[in-house]
């Protein structure tokens, strides 16, 4: 199984940038696709951004040009840099690894996930 661990969470004005962590650790990890995703109270699970084991990634529309996805397998690391934020990006977040899978924005095809950081954009 994987164990995955958020990190970099915090509190960041509008405008500002945040750079989250995801990271790893268990077998086969540099073979699983990664992903990001964020849950706002009352809503459903965001699929934010994924990367896959060679590096090509994916971006929702609501992110895309201001939040960047990256891996080091070596570091068994998944980064996330968030930038130009806005309110609405208040969340909490979750870095999540799938088996290679068509919809790397589907919460439900994810199998393993972390606890979630908190990122609030507020002045």
């Known amino acids: 199984q994987l164990r995955l661990v958020e990190s970099g969470g915090g509190l960041v004005q509008p405008g500002g940038s945040l750079r989250l962590s995801c990271a790893a650790s268990?077998?086969?990890?540099?073979?699983?696709?990664v992903a990001w995703f964020r849950q706002v109270p009352g809503k459903k699970r965001e699929g934010l951004a994924s990367?896959?084991?060679?590096?090509?990634?994916t971006y929702a529309d609501s992110v895309r040009g201001r939040f960047t996805i990256s891996r080091d397998n070596a570091k068994n690391t998944v980064d996330l840099q968030m930038n130009s934020l806005k309110p609405e990006d208040t969340a909490i977040y979750y870095c999540?690894?799938?088996?290679?899978?068509?919809?790397?924005?589907?919460?439900?095809?994810?199998?393993?996930w972390g606890q979630g950081t908190q990122v609030t954009v507020s002045s």
């Open positions: 268990g077998f086969n990890w540099e073979h699983r696709y």
């Open positions: 990367i896959t084991s060679f590096g090509r990634a």
């Open positions: 999540a690894a799938a088996w290679p899978l068509i919809d790397e924005l589907e919460p439900s095809g994810y199998d393993d």
